[in-house]
């Protein structure tokens, strides 16, 4: 057996079970503080590593649970589709008619020779 | 004048009635009902301690047994049932005439008709050892009295002072928040909202590649969802044996999970019905989505201690929140303990009992005792997994020569015989004691095998001590045997 591998098994848990026989006499624990074996980097009760309480929980977030507010709730649907009308009075740059349209933004009629075009099939 | 008199007496001796029965004392007092604290607390009374118990909750059991260990099993249990019932009958030579399907309403009921009656059963329990139990908030005044503010379900209406000498504190933990994914337990869940989902999703993701996630992960899968993983780490399974991870990873994949390792998850957001997911490759950045019907949030829990006005007292936690304690459990204060989730160590139901119980007997012998090296953990997917002791990652880098003894369930005739002969046992000895170092089970009733390993640790057993004990035949356990005999020497059976 190796020294390094006889160190770590004999630092390894000792079994604290009942065997058959007396009862284990359990040694007296040290005076001194001893860290808990899970603790990091061995921080003890007291020791300046440690954070109160109080500080660290006004910084943590806490778990919520939101309750889901659906977008289609909100959009009010009607039936008719999705743009739902609203009374309201018109913006400078309105106009609530396409006959009010400047000339330039109207559609024009087609003529009578473009008429006969189209229903040539293209052929004059 | 005489009236006056009379009334101030009759006032004043309502006040002194009221301040006497207000208040009560007890030689321990327990904070937290959950697996750490009704442990302690029955162990205490047991031990002759006048003892109470505090929670707040509205039942006993804590999260393992309301929305953690025990719900998940039997959703796993039953899951597992109806995938081997579609799947295995007819090569067991079961004929099901009409369609096999899952009532989710009478699923659910199964789920919670076991979570009641075994939180009734800790309340009989608190009864049988003369425990007091109070439905309320706890939170300290002092280091030696504690305020209870009851619950709205308490028979008891009135607020509590209790006067103790010993106080355990056992709050547990919380599921830990993912900035920026706001759960709201219908779409975007965690464990608990996971539990009792009202309808199997088509595509369930989830953000973590641990137990938890694992867990409900096999349960929707075998129901018939979708399932992904999304892990930051490259591997699943953070505390396993590597190899063990890898093998857990490949039946999982065969039973339809999809993996996403190595990705960080940038933003989830709810759509109505559907959840949208975005996340980025860790190493190259390279940005995916992903859409989903329900995202579980299943990145970890973190200790739990709002509303115990620790500030009062001047409790101390690390930078990760825990109480810091001791070897004996204690805070700075030598008569307040602190054991469980809330404080150091795994964070596993069965590790706060063992604490429960050393912190009660620390109070009554001036010694008690955990054996960090020896506590096991499962998985309740299918194929378990279990493992206690060291993995083969540990000893090399604690440089510590090994040796392994491997054994198949394919070659165990009870696994055979069921039909379930996927996994296998890993034995790690020293290579020169030869003495057991770990051991890591998939297969089968892993989750009850861990046992006999835990004990062979705890005796400091070697695997010959073990091969050479006579197993039943034809069991399971003789699988663990032949991978002991594997160890140091050759097994018989494969």
């Not at chain 2, 029955?42 to 509205?58: F, P, S």
């Not at chain 2, 641990?210 to 129901?223: A, F, H, K, Q, T």
């Not at chain 2, 003789?478 to 018989?492: D, G, R, V, W």
Request: net charge positive; aromatic share 8%; with cysteine.
């Amino acid at each position: 057996m190796t020294t390094s591998t006889s160190i770590k098994l004999a630092k390894a848990y000792s079994p604290m079970i009942k065997f058959l026989g007396a009862h284990p006499t359990f040694p007296p624990h040290p005076d001194t503080l001893v860290p808990h074996p899970m603790a990091a980097n061995g921080i003890l009760p007291g020791s300046s590593e440690c954070i109160p309480a109080g500080e660290f929980l006004t910084k943590l977030r806490p778990f919520q649970v939101f309750k889901y507010q659906s977008t289609t709730q909100n959009s009010k649907q009607s039936s008719a589709g999705k743009y739902v009308f609203k009374n309201r009075p018109l913006e400078s740059n309105e106009v609530d008619s396409v006959t009010k349209l400047p000339s330039w933004l109207r559609y024009k009629p087609i003529d009578q020779n473009e008429i006969d075009t189209i229903n040539g099939g293209g052929v004059i | 004048m005489f009236r006056s008199t009379t009334s101030k007496y009759s006032s004043n001796l309502i006040q002194i009635q009221k301040q006497f029965l207000s208040t009560k004392t007890h030689d321990v007092v327990v904070i937290g009902g959950g697996p750490g604290g009704y442990v302690a607390a029955i162990k205490a009374a047991q031990l002759g301690y006048n003892t109470a118990c505090v929670e707040k909750r509205g039942r006993l059991g804590g999260t393992c047994l309301n929305v953690g260990c025990i719900p998940s099993k039997s959703l796993l249990n039953n899951s597992h049932l109806y995938q081997e019932i579609k799947e295995s009958a007819a090569k067991r030579g079961i004929d099901i005439k009409g369609d096999v399907s899952v009532n989710v309403q009478n699923f659910q009921k199964a789920k919670d008709d076991s979570v009641k009656q075994l939180t009734s059963g800790i309340e009989m329990l608190f009864k049988k050892n003369k425990v007091t139990y109070y439905k309320g908030t706890a939170s300290f005044k002092d280091q030696n009295t504690i305020k209870v503010v009851p619950i709205e379900s308490a028979a008891e209406k009135e607020e509590l002072e209790l006067k103790t000498e010993k106080v355990i504190i056992a709050t547990g933990s919380e599921v830990t928040p993912f900035p920026g994914i706001e759960i709201d337990e219908e779409r975007i869940v965690s464990s608990t909202g996971a539990l009792s989902l009202k309808e199997i999703p088509k595509r369930l993701a989830i953000i973590g590649g641990g137990i938890i996630g694992l867990e409900m992960g096999s349960v929707y899968s075998r129901l018939g969802s979708k399932v992904t993983i999304l892990e930051f780490a490259p591997a699943i399974g953070a505390s396993m044996d590597g190899e063990i991870a890898k093998t857990t990873q490949k039946f999982l994949k065969k039973q339809g999970f999809d993996f996403k390792l190595g990705q960080k998850v940038v933003s989830a957001k709810r759509n109505n019905d559907v959840v949208d997911i975005e996340y980025e490759d860790v190493k190259t950045g390279k940005k995916e989505s992903l859409q989903s019907d329900v995202l579980l949030v299943a990145i970890g829990r973190r200790p739990y201690m709002q509303g115990l006005n620790a500030e009062a007292i001047g409790l101390e936690v690390d930078k990760r929140g825990r109480v810091v304690i001791d070897d004996q459990f204690n805070t700075k204060y030598p008569n307040i303990k602190c054991i469980g989730d809330v404080t150091f160590g795994p964070m596993l139901a069965h590790k706060a009992e063992e604490e429960g119980i050393a912190a009660a007997e620390f109070f009554k012998n001036g010694h008690g005792h955990v054996n960090y090296n020896n506590i096991p953990s499962v998985m309740y997917s299918h194929p378990e997994v279990a493992w206690v002791g060291k993995t083969e990652e540990q000893l090399k880098a604690e440089n510590i020569e090994y040796k392994i003894g491997k054994f198949p369930f394919i070659a165990n005739s009870r696994a055979k015989t069921n039909m379930d002969s996927e996994g296998f046992v890993k034995i790690l000895i020293d290579a020169k004691t030869e003495r057991i170092l770990g051991a890591h089970i998939i297969g089968p009733n892993a989750g009850e095998m861990i046992a006999e390993a835990g004990l062979a640790l705890e005796y400091g057993a070697s695997a010959e001590d073990v091969a050479r004990v006579c197993h039943a035949h034809p069991t399971l356990s003789e699988a663990f045997k032949e991978a002991n005999l594997a160890a140091f020497s050759k097994p018989i059976n494969f």
